[in-house]
C-alpha cells in the first residue's frame, strides 16, 4: 500500500508533532496509519491514528486508548462507536463480530499465512496477532500475548508477543527486510529503543523465533487495498486452536477474563 509521505505527518498533527515523537511512537503511527488506509479503501472510517502520538493538553482520551474507547469518524464528525450487546456467553467469533470488526488487516495476515501454506498455529497467531488493539495500543504485543494465553498454545502466546519487536529487525532467511516505509518515512538512522532491542536479542536466541518471525513476514503483506476477507476460512482453525471456555469468555474466571469484559462494556463506570 502507498503512503503519502505529507499526508501521513499532517495526520499526525505535522511536523513539529512528528518531531517530538519517539522513534517507537512514530513507527506505531505508521502501523496504524496503514491499517487505517486499507479500512477506508474498504469503506471504513477510522481516524485513531493520532492516538500513538503524545495527546495535547486538550484530549480527553490517551492516544494508546483502544479503538473501543475513543470517539471515530473523520475529525470534525467523531462519534462514539455504537456496540451491540454481546451473547451471554461470548465466543471469540463474536468478539471478531462485535467488537474487533472490520479486523481487515489481521484477517489479511492470517489469509497470506492460510495461502502460503504456514502451520495452524501460525495462522490463528497472525488472526489474533492485533486484535488487543481495540483494548489498548501501547506495547500490543505484550498486552495481546497475556490476553489469549489461557486459551492458546504458549508458543502462540509466546509468538505474539514477539512479534512487535521483531518487525523491526530483518531475517533474510525468510525474506524479511528492514520495511522499506520505515526507511523512507522515519529516515535510516531509526534506533529501536532497549527494551525492544533486548526482547529481539531474546526471541532471537529461542526456539519459537520463527514463530513470531512467520507474524511480521505476514504483517508485512497484510495491507493490500480494497481486499476484504471473510472470518469463515478460519472458523474450523479456531476450533481446533483456541480452546473456548464453556461459559463463554470473560465469566471462565481465567487470568485474563476482565479484558475480555473490558471490551464487552466498555461503558461500565466502575
Ligand atoms: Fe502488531
Ligand atoms: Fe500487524
Not at 34 to 55: F, I, K, M, P
Not at 70 to 88: E, F, I, S, Y
Not at 106 to 133: F, P
Not at 208 to 214: G, I, N, S, V
Request: with cysteine; hydrophobic share 40%.
Amino acid at each position: 500500500m502507498e503512503v503519502d509521505r505529507r499526508a501521513f505527518i499532517a495526520s499526525l498533527g505535522g511536523a513539529a508533532v512528528v518531531d517530538a515523537m519517539c522513534p517507537e511512537a512514530k513507527a506505531e503511527a505508521l502501523e496504524h496509519h496503514l491499517s487505517d488506509l486499507l479500512d477506508a479503501s474498504l469503506g471504513y472510517t477510522h481516524h485513531h491514528e493520532e492516538q500513538v502520538v503524545a495527546a495535547p493538553p486538550e484530549a480527553t482520551v490517551r492516544r494508546g486508548a483502544g479503538s473501543l474507547f475513543t470517539p471515530q469518524g473523520p475529525q470534525d464528525d467523531r462519534k462514539m462507536p455504537v456496540l451491540a450487546p454481546m451473547p451471554d456467553k461470548p465466543t471469540l467469533v463474536d468478539f471478531f463480530n462485535l467488537r474487533f470488526a472490520p479486523a481487515n488487516h489481521v484477517l489479511q495476515s492470517a489469509t497470506r499465512a492460510l495461502k502460503t501454506g504456514m502451520s495452524e498455529e501460525v495462522i490463528l497467531a497472525c488472526l489474533l496477532h492485533d486484535v488487543v488493539q481495540n483494548l489498548i495500543k501501547v506495547d500490543h504485543g505484550w498486552w495481546g500475548a497475556q490476553m489469549i494465553e489461557p486459551y492458546v498454545s504458549e508458543k502462540l502466546s509466546w509468538a505474539i508477543r514477539y512479534h512487535q519487536a521483531l518487525r523491526f529487525y530483518p531475517d533474510s532467511s525468510v525474506g524479511y527486510e528492514y520495511p522499506e516505509l520505515y526507511v523512507r518515512i522515519y529516515g535510516k538512522d531509526y534506533v529501536p529503543p532497549p527494551y525492544i532491542k533486548a526482547a529481539y536479542e531474546f526471541a532471537k536466541k529461542h526456539k519459537w523465533y520463527m514463530e513470531a518471525r512467520l507474524i511480521t513476514v505476514n504483517d508485512l503483506y497484510a495491507f493490500e487495498p480494497g481486499v476484504q476477507v471473510s472470518l469463515d476460512p478460519f472458523i474450523d482453525i479456531i476450533g481446533r486452536n483456541f480452546k473456548q471456555p464453556k461459559e463463554g469468555l470473560g465469566f471462565d474466571n481465567s487470568k485474563t477474563a476482565h479484558m475480555w469484559r473490558t471490551m464487552m462494556y466498555p461503558d461500565n463506570p466502575l
